[in-house]
Structures are given as C-alpha cells and as structure tokens.
C-alpha cells in the first residue's frame, strides 16, 4: 500500500494517523503541493481531482478522499462500528467535518502557515471562515460535553477525521480556551494506543 501525502496536510494526517494505530507498514510518496506536485500530468492521471492524500492499494486501485480512505482502512476494526445507526453516525460527524469544519479551520492554516500573501480581500475572508470555524467548535464542544468521543460512545475514525484539523487549529489563528470539552477530548485522542503527532511520516 502506498500514501501519496503532503507532509504538512492535516488530511494526510488522518491517513497516517490509521495507519500507525492500526499498526499497518505503507510506502510514503511525499509530494509537496507549494511546488504543484500533486497537479502534474502525471499525479492527475491518479487522482484528476489534483489532491491528497491519495491511497494506492497493493492491486493499483487508487482511493482519494481522506475520509473515504479512512472509512475503507477501518473496515472490519473498532475504529468503525457495524451497528447500523452508530455507523451511521461516525459518517454524520465525518461528513460535518467536510462540510462545516475543515473548510474554515483547515483553510486559514493553510493561509498562515504556507507564507500566502494576506491581502485585504484575504484577511476578511479569513475572519468569515474564523467565524464558521468558531461556529464548527460550539457545535462540538456541546457534543464532546456530553460525551467522551463523537460516535458510538467509542473513539472511531470520526475522531480521526475531527482530530487531524482541531488540533491545530491555533495554527491558524485560532484560540481554543473557550472549548474547553473539545480540548479535554484533544487529550484523550492523543493518548490513544500507537498514536504518532502530525510530524510523524511514514513507516
Ligand atoms: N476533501 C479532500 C481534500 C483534499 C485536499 O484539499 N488536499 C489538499 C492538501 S490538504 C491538496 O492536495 N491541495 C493541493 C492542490 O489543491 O493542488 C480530502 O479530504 O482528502
């Protein structure tokens, strides 16, 4: 198995991170997206979409999508349950995570920590997506307030997905003292069985 992956990606992180707790060897294909290495003809011929990270099955068949890549790694483990509804909902906080989470939070840090320029029109559009990126945190600190993990009352991959981004969402700008049940839950993901940080890359 093979992760095509931008080091600094918290998307990749995700795949890395199922990986080391699943205890799983893969090759690393670093790719850097500064210098557009995942749009070249030859990258795009893997993944048209020109994004990582991307998975390449021993067979050659090649799966984009960081959350469909983690959904298909945690087939068969605890990281999934199989009860339909609690299935259901590991899926719920993951599409939650695509949708109202990773655009705002992931975004700016891109912006602060890849040396874009922030011009006015930038600036403001990173205070709009601060304010959405806020809104994602209320919505799972009230969760995490009853409850340990996002899912299943068990750490699942949606955990994963809303963990890659959250934790360093300071990164980006963001002040996370006031989530206090989303910074209790940062712990506990972190203490995890085989957990490696974002840093860690390869195996
Ligand atoms: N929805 C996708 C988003 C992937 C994505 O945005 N990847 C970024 C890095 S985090 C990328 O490859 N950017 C390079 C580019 O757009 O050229 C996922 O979850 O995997």
Not at 97 to 106: K, L, T
Not at 129 to 147: N, P
């Amino acid at each position: 198995m093979r992760l095509y992956d931008d080091p600094c990606s918290g998307n990749g992180y995700k795949v890395r991170l199922i990986l080391a707790l699943l205890g799983r060897a893969y090759d690393y294909v670093p790719l850097d997206i500064d210098k557009a290495e995942t749009r070249t003809p030859g990258f795009l011929a893997k993944n048209p979409n020109g994004r990582i990270p991307l998975l390449e099955l021993d067979d050659g068949r090649l799966l984009p999508e960081s959350n469909a890549i983690l959904h298909y790694l945690a087939d068969g483990t605890p990281f999934l349950p199989v009860d339909p509804f609690a299935h259901a909902q590991v899926l719920q906080w993951m599409f939650f995570e695509q949708y109202s989470h990773e655009p705002n939070i992931a975004t700016v840090r891109f912006w602060l920590t890849h040396g874009v320029e922030m011009t006015p029109w930038l600036l403001e559009a990173a205070e709009r997506k601060r304010a959405g990126g806020y809104a994602a945190l209320g919505v799972m600190d009230a969760h995490l307030s009853q409850g340990r993990f996002f899912a299943a009352d068990a750490f699942t991959i949606a955990d994963i997905a809303l963990y890659a981004y959250t934790h360093v969402a300071h990164e980006g700008g963001y002040d996370l003292s006031g989530y206090p049940a989303v910074t209790a839950w940062l712990d506990r993901v972190s203490a995890q069985p085989g957990y490696v940080p974002i840093t860690a890359v390869g195996r």
